[in-house]
């Protein structure tokens, strides 16, 4: 079954630019999707396919995906950016969605 | 903007089924599909399936032997059934708007404790 993999914890301090990176075979080959989901909140979509920015999202966020990694990067990071990120594939050869494990982002 | 809520009883009995409502205003259920995703107490997210407005659907294969969905369009809902639950279902359950693609809007979850 596809795996995706992503670091539990990143940390950054407010005004850097903090990167999250999602493992997965071949996963330049897939359409990534990123969430974000504050404490006690539901999920956000905050890009899709790749690098879309869904509409409200703000410049800050953006996403590439090749080869083995997709990567969300978040510039100019600030404390309200403190969140759980996850990024989410369609396994079209298991017919199922696909999720990573979550990367934590603390801003220092 | 669609908003999305997710209902039904928040305590289950083991080896008893459990039902969700996911009630969607705002928009059409129509020509869209739709998500459950369920989140246990402090880990990941866990995709459950997705069911199309005609009543297509498509299953966790993990979850596929106790899971069925269904969709009324005239009320604009879509409903989550889990049979035979354990303490390992005891989860936030989520519904989504959105299928093989990107889950666009989401509801805020509805908490499921399984427990005697």
């Known amino acids: 079954s596809y795996v995706l993999t992503q670091p539990p914890s990143v940390s950054e301090a407010p005004g850097k630019t903090a990167m999250i990176t999602c493992g997965g075979d071949n996963i330049g080959r897939k359409s990534v999707h990123w969430y974000q989901q504050k404490a006690g909140q539901a999920p956000v979509l905050i890009i899709h396919?790749?690098?879309g920015r869904p509409s409200g999202i703000p410049e800050r966020f953006s996403g590439s995906n090749s080869g083995n990694t997709a990567t969300l990067t978040i510039s100019r990071v600030e404390v309200g950016d403190e969140a759980d990120y996850y990024c989410h594939v369609w396994d079209s050869s298991g017919d199922r969605a696909v999720f990573g494990g979550g990367t934590r982002l603390t801003v220092l | 903007q669609v908003n999305l809520q997710a209902s039904g009883p928040g305590l289950v009995k083991p080896s008893e089924a459990l039902s969700l409502t996911c009630t969607v205003s705002g928009g059409s259920i129509d020509t869209y599909y739709w998500t459950w995703i369920r989140q246990p107490p402090g880990k990941g997210l866990e995709w459950i399936g997705y069911?199309?407005?005609?009543?297509?659907?498509t299953y966790s294969p993990s979850l596929k032997s106790r899971v069925s969905m269904s969709v009324d369009t005239s009320a604009n809902q879509f409903s989550l059934r889990l049979s035979s639950v354990t303490a390992a279902d005891t989860a936030l359950y989520f519904c989504a708007r959105g299928g093989p693609g990107d889950l666009e809007f989401w509801g805020q979850g509805a908490l499921v404790t399984v427990s005697s």
């Open positions: 396919f790749d690098s």
């Open positions: 069911i199309f407005s005609s009543g297509s659907t």
